[in-house]
């Protein structure tokens, strides 16, 4: 050992000065006893150790070729570097003298010089080390001293790469690892048949091509949904058809193409370099040639939305482009045709369209429980940038609907079967997604005659406010459900805890949406009740005794009191929710 009296620091060699010990993980440990002879004697013992590192990784150096290429950063990952290497090691690291011998040192060579850096210049470089158990993870910003880029000025592409050496330890036992970095960061080209990968021409040759953790053929490509076009340097035409979908936030238009991972090997300066990507379609996006360019997936509605009843205001425009799983489409609308709208917003410039899935494409019939979808899409320049949203109108509630006479009744909708507290008039219309319950209950009003009863005679649903408007779905006949709906109406009981029970019946239905065979109807539907008022002391009027089934019954000369609820029900597909503050896209 050598002694530095000056600094007190004392090195060691780990040869014959210290010894070898592995619990879990090997480290070099010291023992060091110091004699005080000034006073009274005593001895003091420090302990002290520095992990290790494997013979195999100090003899061989290590060659890391795999870039993970991001949009704000290239990174590399050095496995097993240090056992035990953790975040408090990498913070005694940088704090070590640049100048020690068992430092750390970082070498990037930019093709003229070559920068020596310490981990604490480094960092301060653009260069920036995380420790993952015993992994080194070495992620480089774009801006990194070292760093040679590529800009292909036609389209804006870059590449960027840089070659680097790690070494720790003194000469003759030194652990080196290296890795020449690549990184293309831009942004993939979409349009509504391929997602295009494109890297500007270096001295680089293509080698292989990873998907989605698989390994493909060069000569297989394009039986895998793969062009490869090598005139100017590399580009891969990747098919929609293995491509993945997810949603992309909360908006109506977050439905999003990508690829967890794409590897392209090249052979670059005598090694195997590798580029991870992992690229993406924008959701939608309105182009500067003049497109907006969106995708529908058929899961979007439950049941399945089908595709081919999707019309743009134009319905002689189609989508551009359809899965041959039939599962989705993409839209590559025009601004300046397929029925596309345009106004002027002060100095923004707004182009409108809107794809529809009506039920007059679908066969006759006289009600659905299946969806219609109406999607409105804007597109807005305003100086010279481009945005598309998606604007979903919600329509105000229509006022209330009460029959005044001698009698005063009120049909009231809850949003459980507990009936606790019914819609306010605010809250109208009140969204549903088809097939869903609606909990109705009517009610006699201004009454406290015990020997009076309720007693409901037909229950219906129209397509607008007026109770005897065309279409028309029953739901009540004759104080039963009706046979012909395959959702029956299920009818419940009061408690003896509400006060005049008699004056109340309660029902619930299952939420269903007009059709008609030549025209779309509104996604509004209205709910109406007949009911009878009866005396418990006359027993026997056949129109006061509830009995399913039973013969129709004849109301020659007997008057019911009609009644409509407050407002009307909105219909949205399953998935879509009512408390997320947002308005809804389907109805």
Not at 17 to 40: A, I, P, Q, R, Y
Not at 256 to 267: G, N, P, V
Not at 463 to 492: M, R
Request: proline share 7%; net charge negative; charged share 20%.
């Amino acid at each position: 050992p050598t002694v530095d009296y000056e600094r007190l620091l004392l090195s060691v060699l780990f040869v014959n000065c210290t010894s070898l010990e592995v619990k879990g993980s090997s480290f070099w440990k010291l023992l060091l006893v110091v004699n005080d002879t000034m006073g009274e004697e005593r001895n003091v013992t420090y302990s002290t150790h520095c992990h290790s590192v494997h013979a195999d990784e100090i003899i061989t150096p290590f060659f890391a070729g795999a870039t993970n290429c991001t949009k704000d950063f290239m990174a590399v990952t050095f496995p097993r570097l240090i056992p035990g290497f953790t975040d408090e090691h990498m913070d005694l690291l940088l704090c070590q003298v640049p100048a020690a011998p068992m430092t750390w040192t970082l070498s990037v060579d930019d093709g003229t010089r070559i920068h020596q850096l310490s981990l604490g210049q480094a960092m301060q470089q653009g260069y920036n080390f995380l420790a993952d158990g015993h992994n080194l993870i070495l992620q480089v910003a774009f801006t990194a001293t070292g760093v040679l880029y590529l800009l292909c000025q036609h389209n804006d592409k870059v590449l960027y790469t840089v070659a680097l050496k790690l070494t720790y330890g003194p000469p003759e036992r030194r652990l080196t690892v290296e890795s020449r970095m690549l990184c293309a960061p831009g942004p993939a080209i979409c349009n509504a048949t391929h997602m295009t990968v494109a890297i500007p021409a270096f001295p680089g040759t293509l080698m292989a091509v990873g998907a989605e953790d698989k390994t493909i053929p060069m000569d297989q490509l394009q039986e895998n949904g793969i062009a490869l076009d090598t005139k100017t340097g590399v580009k891969l035409h990747i098919s929609r058809e293995v491509l993945k979908s997810r949603l992309h936030g909360e908006s109506c238009s977050g439905l999003q193409s990508y690829m967890s991972s794409l590897e392209l090997a090249f052979h670059f300066h005598g090694e195997t370099v590798t580029m991870v990507m992992h690229p993406e379609c924008p959701s939608a996006v309105c182009t500067q040639d003049g497109y907006m360019d969106f995708e529908i997936l058929a899961d979007s509605t439950t049941p399945l939305l089908d595709l081919d009843t999707l019309r743009l205001r134009d319905p002689a425009c189609r989508p551009a482009f359809k899965s041959s799983l039939n599962d989705r489409v993409w839209f590559h609308v025009p601004l300046n045709g397929c029925g596309t709208r345009y106004w002027l917003d002060g100095e923004k410039i707004v182009y409108e369209n809107e794809v529809r899935a009506l039920w007059a494409d679908l066969p006759l019939r006289r009600i659905s429980r299946d969806s219609e979808l109406r999607l409105t899409v804007l597109c807005s320049f305003s100086n010279g940038d481009a945005s598309l949203t998606i604007k979903v109108d919600n329509l105000p509630p229509p006022a209330s609907s009460v029959n005044q006479g001698p009698l005063s009744l009120v049909l009231l909708s809850y949003p459980e079967d507990s009936y606790r507290q019914p819609y306010r008039d605010d809250q109208y219309p009140i969204v549903r997604y088809l097939r869903q319950p609606i909990f109705l209950e009517v009610q006699v009003l201004n009454r406290n005659d015990p020997n009076l009863h309720l007693v409901l005679d037909d229950c219906w649903a129209t397509a607008s406010q007026d109770p005897s408007s065309l279409p028309q779905w029953n739901i009540v006949v004759d104080g039963c459900e009706y046979d012909l709906d395959s959702y029956k109406t299920v009818f419940h009981p009061v408690g003896h805890s509400v006060s005049y029970a008699n004056y109340r019946q309660r029902l619930e239905v299952k939420t269903f949406a007009f059709v008609s065979g030549d025209k779309a109807l509104p996604g509004l539907v209205y709910f109406h009740c007949s009911v009878l008022i009866c005396d418990r002391f006359q027993p026997d009027s056949p129109l006061c005794m509830r009995r399913c089934p039973r013969p129709s019954r004849s109301k020659r000369g007997v008057n019911s009191a009609v009644v409509s609820l407050r407002g009307p029900v909105l219909l949205v597909p399953e998935g879509w929710s009512a408390t997320q503050g947002t308005k809804p896209m389907w109805y």
